[in-house]
């Protein structure tokens, strides 16, 4: 792509850079890996480069690598050429901290404050990483992978098969999504398979619910107190009090026109 001779020259000195296209056919973005001490130089450098000229300022989030790190990406674009650009740095996961680059872009304020608070990552020299998505007193990092999901703790998926699982099945043992703790690690688990009911208990051991009462074949379950009696063979219910417009001629037992024949004979 033209202009990445000017990114590369901003993060050559301290560490390999790397170009690549994205995936994404007519939507792919060329990606510049840069090392993580030329962040900074790297989004002046795509920004002041006369060929790049990246004015605008997508986006930036992070990819949670697990043993490797953690992917800081911006996504960057030209106003005057119609392109975009893609920086990427790694981080190592005890020191996953950048140099911020809100004063480059201001538009990147808010999109380091939700990756600070989504995956704990730093931005040195942004003076105002307050939470913008989550309450004061929310504890952790949601989007890291070790998260835990708390609902799928509480609850056991409710599929047959965690997704992903082949239909075919196999012999390999069933791996954890990230984030689901294996039973017993992590606040309540759900009650063993074969035990009565559905029921959940803390780790530890609280009874599961009670079974429901086998249900015996032809018999039909008793109606709850309250609900309409039951009707008698060839008993006609009463009609409610008050008569509906236009219903008193059938009422009474009378044809229409019937009262006008009577009257023309007398």
Known sequence: MR????????????????ATVSGGQAYARAT?????ARWRDAVRAARDDTELACDFFDWLSAVDELDSGFDIVAHLWSTRHRHGLLLRTRVPRDRAEVPSVVDLYPGAA????????????????????????LPPEFEGNPL???????SRVAKPWPGAKEPGESEAGGGRRPIRPPGVPAPG??????????????GEGPRGGAPARP???????????????????????????????????GSSAADAGEQPGAAAADGGTS
């Open 144 to 150: 890291r992978k070790e998260f835990v999901l708390a």
């Open 185 to 198: 690690e992590w606040g309540t688990v759900p009650t063993p398979a074969g035990a009565a009911g559905a």
């Open 110 to 133: 808010w999109h380091e404050r939700e990756t600070y608070e989504m995956f704990g990552i730093g931005f040195t020299g942004h003076d105002s990483l307050r939470p913008l998505l």
């Open 3 to 18: 202009g990445e001779a000017g990114v590369d020259g901003a993060a050559g000195e301290a560490g390999a850079v790397t």
């Open 211 to 245: 079974a429901r009462p086998p249900r015996v074949p032809g018999e039909r379950p008793a109606r709850p107190s309250g609900e309409r009696p039951p009707r008698v063979p060839g008993e006609r219910p009463v009609r409610p009090s008050g008569k509906q417009p």
């Open 32 to 36: 510049v890996d840069v090392p993580v």
